[in-house]
């Protein structure tokens, strides 16, 4: 794992993936005007504290912090891979969280450089929690 990854890449990379699409989602929301769904929030509510957890644990070099990241990780995935099954119809709509006069988990308002949202938020939260799991391993001595 050494040859191909520290602790610290792994943990700074998976900072980078967070950060990045925290501030994406800010972008989507307030520069573009896009009216998160209730799923997106969800998801949301996963990804924002990941920037700050990670990032902080590369600030006092704590890698255990990856833990926090794995843990995190999983919990935005799972809501992801829910808000991609109703996106792409896969899940039935009768189980849709999202009202009638709110922003809909389905409608092309959920597309952003041609991809889905849900999509690319199941991507970033899966990276972070592969990279999580590597800055949890022991340098090789």
Request: hydrophobic fraction near 50%; proline fraction near 6%; charge should be neutral.
């Amino acid at each position: 794992m050494s040859r191909v990854m520290s602790r610290e890449t792994a943990l700074t990379a998976a900072w980078v993936v967070a950060l990045g699409s925290s501030l994406a989602v800010l972008y989507i929301g307030e520069v573009l005007g896009q009216v998160p769904c209730n799923l997106c929030w969800f998801q949301r509510a996963f990804m924002f504290p990941l920037a700050v957890v990670l990032g902080l644990g590369l600030w006092w070099e704590d890698y255990r912090v990856g833990r926090y990241g794995v843990a995190l990780a999983l919990g935005g995935a799972a809501i992801a891979l829910w808000h991609l099954g109703l996106y792409t119809g896969i899940l039935p709509e009768r189980i849709q969280p999202c009202t009638a006069t709110g922003p809909s988990c389905t409608d092309d308002n959920q597309v952003f450089l041609s991809l889905p949202i849900p999509l690319l938020a199941l991507v970033a939260f899966g990276l972070i929690a592969i990279l999580s799991i590597f800055s949890l391993k022991e340098p090789r001595t």
